[in-house]
């Protein structure tokens, strides 16, 4: 219940392409989902987050769909470019409670 | 935003050895947390640091292998004892605000065990 599967494992997006990575989560409880972008030998940042009052976050080029019903978030990069080439983890986590429930990472190469 | 150092950045340590690392964080912070990363895995939460008192581990993660201090709402140590091979890893620091959407990684802190 506490876990969050994420997918793919990795993904190659030509430059100008639509990067997409899904999450799934069990647990009804959680009521945030950040997104962490994390580049070589750094620790990662948060990109975007969500909560699922809504459907859909857009900040720039980076867009949080979000499907209650499915309990599946996923994170859309328009117009990749290569220096979003880095591994992006989902995570999960209840308001009030402390945890991070994070995906499994998926390492993203955006070609030239 | 807060704005996480940590040291060192990187070393290498014969097996058998300890190895603290330190989390400083530029402004007090409600919780901090240490995780492990190992090579293209996810991130594994060792333990939250509590102020003032014994840290709260995960499941497979002891207080005598992994000893943490928090001796103020700034800084936290984590010491990785009797070092083996298995260790070598990347030791993370998160550090939450008040809020949920104050959560601030370290740059981390690669260790290489030999």
């Known amino acids: 219940q506490q876990q969050v599967k994420q997918s793919p494992q990795s993904l190659i997006v030509q430059k100008g392409g639509i990067s997409i990575i899904n999450c799934a989560y069990e647990?009804?409880?959680?009521?945030?989902f950040p997104w962490y972008q994390q580049f070589p030998g750094k620790g990662p940042a948060l990109l975007i987050a969500?909560?699922?009052?809504?459907s859909e976050k857009k900040e720039g080029r980076f867009t949080i769909s979000f499907n209650k019903s499915a309990k599946q978030f996923s994170l859309h990069i328009m117009d990749s470019q290569p220096g979003d080439s880095a591994t992006y983890f989902c995570?999960?986590?209840?308001?009030?409670?402390?945890?991070?429930?994070f995906g499994t990472g998926t390492r993203l190469l955006v070609s030239p | 935003s807060a704005v996480i150092s940590q040291k060192p950045s990187r070393d290498i340590c014969q097996r058998g050895t300890s190895l603290t690392i330190q989390c400083q964080v530029d402004?007090?912070?409600?919780?901090m947390f240490w995780y492990r990363q190992q090579p293209g895995q996810s991130l594994t939460l060792i333990a939250t640091a509590n102020q003032g008192s014994e840290a709260t581990y995960e499941s497979g993660f002891v207080i005598d292998k992994f000893p943490i201090s928090r001796p103020n709402l700034t800084f936290s140590t984590l010491t990785v004892s009797n070092m083996s091979p298995e260790d070598s890893s990347i030791y993370l620091c998160r550090a939450r605000g008040e809020v949920v959407n104050e959560q601030f990684f370290g740059p981390g802190t690669r260790l290489t065990v030999l």
């Open positions: 402004s007090q912070v409600t919780m």
């Open positions: 647990n009804t409880a959680f009521d945030y």
């Open positions: 969500i909560r699922p009052d809504v």
């Open positions: 995570a999960a986590t209840i308001t009030g409670f402390q945890k991070l429930v």
